[in-house]
C-alpha cells in the first residue's frame, strides 16, 4: 500500500544531541513537508521541499536541518540549537507543489529530550 | 495576523445531530485553497474536504460539507449525523495562490469535537 512512513514513533533523547527524524514515501509525489505540532496548537512549518535537491524554509526553520537526495526521503534533523526541540513531528506530501492536492501525512513521531 | 482562525477549541455534539465547527481566513490572494483535516488522538492527520475558491458550490465530501462565504472569509465544517468516532481534533487548512511564494499550508489552532452518546 502506499503511503508515508515515519520512524520511530517515540524517540527519547538526550539535551545536546543531534537526533534525525526518518521520513519516507512511496506515493510518487514531488512535494514534501516537515511540521511541528506542540500540545493544544496548530501545525507549523519546519521546511518544505518541491524537488529533489532543493528545500526551503519554514516558519520556525532555526535549529533544524533537512536534505532531498531521493524522491522518496526526507530525513529531519533537530539539532542541539533547537531550544525546545520536545514536540510530535509530522511529515506530510503532495503529488504537485503546482496544482491544489491536499497533503497526506504521515503517522507523526514525538520527540522528548530531556 | 493570523491565516486561519478557529475560535473554538472545543465542542461537544450529541450522537445523530449535526455540527459546525468555525474557520475564518486571511488572504489578499484571489487565488487559495481552503482546507479541512481530522486529527483522531493517535496523531495522524486526515484529510477531509477541500474547497478552492474560484468553486461556486460547497464541497461535500458524504457527512461533511464546507459552508463556503468568501465575502465573509470563513469556511465553516458541517458534520452531519455525527458518529462517536468523529471525536478528534480538526484542523482548517489554507494554501495560497500557485504562484505566491512559499507552497505553505497554514493550519488553524484547531478544534476539539466530542462526539457524546
Known amino acids: 500500500d502506499g503511503g508515508i512512513t515515519q520512524s520511530p514513533k517515540y524517540l527519547f533523547r538526550k539535551e545536546g544531541q543531534n537526533v534525525t527524524l526518518s521520513c519516507e514515501q512511496n506515493?510518487?509525489?514531488?512535494?514534501m513537508y516537515w511540521y511541528r505540532q506542540d500540545p493544544g496548537q496548530g501545525l507549523r512549518l519546519i521546511y518544505y521541499?518541491?524537488?529533489?535537491?532543493?528545500?526551503q524554509k519554514g516558519d520556525i526553520a532555526e535549529g533544524y536541518s533537512v536534505s532531498r537526495e531521493k524522491k522518496e526521503s526526507f530525513p529531519l534533523t533537530v539539532t542541539s540549537a533547537q531550544k525546545n526541540p520536545t514536540a510530535f513531528y509530522l511529515c506530510?506530501?503532495?503529488?504537485?507543489?503546482?496544482?491544489?492536492?491536499?497533503?497526506?501525512f504521515g503517522p507523526g513521531t514525538r520527540l522528548t529530550v530531556t | 495576523a493570523q491565516k486561519i482562525t478557529q475560535t473554538q477549541p472545543g465542542m461537544f455534539v450529541q450522537e445523530k445531530e449535526a455540527v459546525t465547527l468555525d474557520c475564518t481566513y486571511d488572504?489578499?490572494?484571489?487565488?487559495?485553497?481552503l482546507f479541512w483535516y481530522k486529527q483522531p488522538s493517535s496523531g495522524e492527520m486526515i484529510f477531509l474536504i477541500y474547497?478552492?475558491?474560484?468553486?461556486?458550490q460547497n464541497a461535500t465530501e458524504g457527512r461533511y460539507s464546507l459552508n463556503f462565504q468568501k465575502a465573509r472569509k470563513s469556511a465553516n465544517l458541517v458534520i452531519s449525523a455525527s458518529q462517536l468516532g468523529d471525536s478528534a481534533m480538526y484542523f482548517c487548512?489554507?494554501?495560497?495562490?500557485?504562484?505566491?511564494?512559499?507552497?505553505?499550508?497554514?493550519f488553524g489552532t484547531g478544534t476539539s469535537l466530542t462526539v457524546i452518546p
Open positions: 474547497q478552492g475558491s474560484y468553486d461556486q
Open positions: 488572504t489578499s490572494d484571489p487565488s487559495y485553497g
Open positions: 506515493l510518487n509525489h514531488d512535494a
Open positions: 521541499s518541491q524537488i529533489v535537491n532543493d528545500f
Open positions: 506530510a506530501s503532495s503529488i504537485d507543489p503546482d496544482e491544489w492536492y491536499e497533503q497526506y
Open positions: 487548512a489554507m494554501r495560497e495562490g500557485l504562484s505566491s511564494t512559499g507552497n505553505q499550508f497554514y
